[in-house]
């Protein structure tokens, strides 16, 4: 697995520019900047977990635009208490306009994975005039109920897999490297060939490993509780592209009513799991590109 340095050196990759944006309340979030052109601004999922695990497969967008990456708060290297008041949405939503203030960029493009959709979804709804577009892969649900198909009937086994890291002896000693043993256990069910776990870059520090584990607990004891965003959705016109795994852990209705719900999208449905940007690199890019291209 590699680290941040590996990635900035990896033969063909694009040069990371590392910026540090401090927030009003005094935190620090880590950004991590390649390419050139239209900005997107790309948001990892989680949450907890840092945007290391994006790269290096997803620098391919800096083949056609400015993107940018950046550690959410608490996660990798940004900075952040962690407590009910701090682990919540509107926070997250404010710390991406701090960061599109920062670049004073109009408009931006926001590319989320996974609860990074359900973010940038939550963006939009709140600051409509500053998205251009946006880009959804294997995005969770947009409601917290467990009917009418919107979310997955099975066990959540990321927030199994936080129980039982709690738990732990690596937890308690503080041990990164045995955390992210969990996270690979885990995650590698949510490939349709788990072999691929090798490509998922889960290396992280002692302290952010610890951290992931701990922002993810206190939104499952908060804002994953109850949540509902069907109806504000509706009301976004904003160009959206919707991107599911066939085989993804969550049903593709999850994506299909996302679909659904905003008014001017596109939903497409690659081969493999939760993780296309590995399992099916070649045709997601194709289809961002296209997407991207259309004025």
């Not at 635009?65 to 959410?72: E, H, K, R, S, T």
């Amino acid at each position: 697995m590699l680290t941040l340095n590996q990635i900035k050196s990896t033969k063909n990759a694009h040069s990371l520019k590392e910026v540090i944006i401090t927030t009003d309340d005094n935190e620090k979030l880590y950004c991590y900047i390649a390419g050139a052109g239209e900005p997107i601004i790309v948001l990892n999922g989680g949450p907890g977990l840092p945007s290391s695990y994006l790269l290096p497969q997803m620098l391919d967008l800096a083949d056609t635009n400015l993107v940018i990456f950046y550690d959410q708060r608490a996660t990798g290297k940004s900075t952040g208490e962690i407590n009910e008041q701090t682990m919540q949405i509107a926070r997250f939503v404010k710390d991406i306009a701090w960061i599109i203030n920062h670049f004073q960029f109009e408009k931006v493009c926001l590319l989320g994975h996974s609860w990074g959709a359900f973010l940038a979804m939550s963006y939009a709804i709140s600051y409509p005039s500053e998205v251009s577009k946006l880009i959804l892969l294997n995005s969770t649900p947009i409601c917290s109920e467990k009917k009418d198909s919107l979310s997955s009937s099975e066990p959540d086994l990321y927030e199994a897999m936080i129980s039982k890291i709690m738990k732990s002896k690596a937890f308690l000693d503080h041990d990164g490297a045995g955390i992210s043993k969990f996270y690979e256990e885990t995650f590698k069910l949510f490939f349709c060939d788990e072999t691929k776990i090798s490509d998922l870059n889960l290396t992280m520090s002692d302290e952010a490993a610890v951290n992931s584990v701990l922002v993810h607990y206190y939104f499952e004891q908060t804002f994953f509780k109850h949540y509902d965003i069907r109806e504000q959705l509706k009301s976004l016109r904003v160009p959206s592209l919707v991107i599911y795994g066939k085989e993804n852990d969550l049903p593709a209705v999850v994506s299909q009513t996302i679909s659904r719900h905003l008014s001017n999208s596109i939903c497409i449905g690659l081969n493999g799991g939760h993780f296309s940007f590995i399992e099916a690199k070649e045709a997601l890019f194709e289809n961002i590109h296209k997407f991207l291209a259309v004025n």
